[in-house]
């Protein structure tokens, strides 16, 4: 038998890495992201993102709680070990929240305001992709054999 391409029998440790970094660095921004709009006072907020002034507070609110799970979920249930599904479930759940982002932008004429939103769409989906077939986390106890 030939040698594997790269010379290592081991398998490559980029794809587990890589979705450890994009969850984490997607967990920064939906946790920044749900407590900034939570804490923020609406008028100020309004002041960076205008639609945050043209759009029910309770609309608001509720966006930064689904952010705020959303950055919670993307990261712990894998970093506990406990439930790690669940992490799949929120970066799927991440992908839709800036679906509807994108697609409320689009209904305002925000459309310049989207490219940020499609990267997190990219970056949610390859979390998803990556933990849900190609790196699963392994629940607490599961010895990976079966």
């Not at 506990?80 to 929240?97: D, E, H, N, Q, S």
Request: with cysteine; hydrophobic share 55%; aromatic share 10%.
């Amino acid at each position: 038998m030939s040698a594997p391409i790269g010379g290592s029998a081991s398998p490559s440790n980029a794809l587990p890495i890589s979705l450890w970094v994009v969850q984490v660095l997607l967990a920064i921004v939906f946790v920044g992201t749900g407590f900034w709009k939570l804490l923020t006072p609406v008028p100020k907020l309004a002041a960076v993102i205008p639609w945050a002034g043209q759009v029910p507070a309770g609309f608001l609110y509720a966006t930064g709680v689904i952010d705020l799970c959303g950055g919670l979920g993307i990261v712990l249930p894998s970093l506990t070990r406990i439930k790690p599904g669940l992490t799949v479930l929120a970066a799927l759940g991440c992908a839709a929240l800036q679906v509807s982002a994108i697609v409320f932008h689009f209904s305002r004429g925000e459309a310049a305001n989207t490219p940020f939103n499609f990267l997190l769409v990219a970056l949610s989906l390859f979390v998803f992709w990556g933990r849900r077939s190609r790196a699963p986390i392994q629940p607490q106890g599961a010895t990976g054999q079966g």
